[in-house]
Nanobody, 120 residues
Framework: QVQLVESGGGLVQPGGSLRLTCAAS????????MGWYCQAPGKQRELVAIITSGDRTTYAESVKGRFTISRDNAKNTVYLQMNSLKPEDTAVYYC??????????????WGKGTLVTVSS
């Protein structure tokens, strides 16, 4: 079993910043891709950013230049620095980890999500 726990969400004014953290624990041999997705009310879950084990990053067009994804492999943790936040960034943010377990099994694990609300 693997657990992903997100933190750092909350209420912030437009133009403000938040830093999300997702820590993975459990039967982890190696984590390949790690990423952040968001789901706004009434919408489908969509990609925000992904970082590979080699630190290559991909961002949704809507967050380029404002959000930065990073990771600490020693801590099995991924971060999302969110700057210049807009009301349209309001959503539940979910962490995803592509985990290779000690058993050799490989599968994606999701966190339970953390709510980000951007409002004045």
């Amino acid at each position: 079993q693997v657990q992903l726990v997100e933190s750092g969400g909350g209420l912030v004014q437009p133009g403000g910043s938040l830093r999300l953290t997702c820590a993975a624990s459990g039967s982890i041999f190696l984590i390949d891709n790690m990423g952040w997705y968001c789901q706004a009310p009434g919408k489908q879950r969509e990609l925000v950013a992904i970082i590979t084990s080699g630190d290559r990053t991909t961002y949704a067009e809507s967050v380029k230049g404002r959000f930065t994804i990073s990771r600490d492999n020693a801590k099995n943790t991924v971060y999302l620095q969110m700057n210049s936040l807009k009301p349209e960034d309001t959503a539940v943010y979910y962490c995803l980890a592509d985990v290779i377990e000690h058993s050799g099994r490989r599968r994606n694990w999701w966190g339970k999500g953390t709510l980000v609300t951007v409002s004045s």
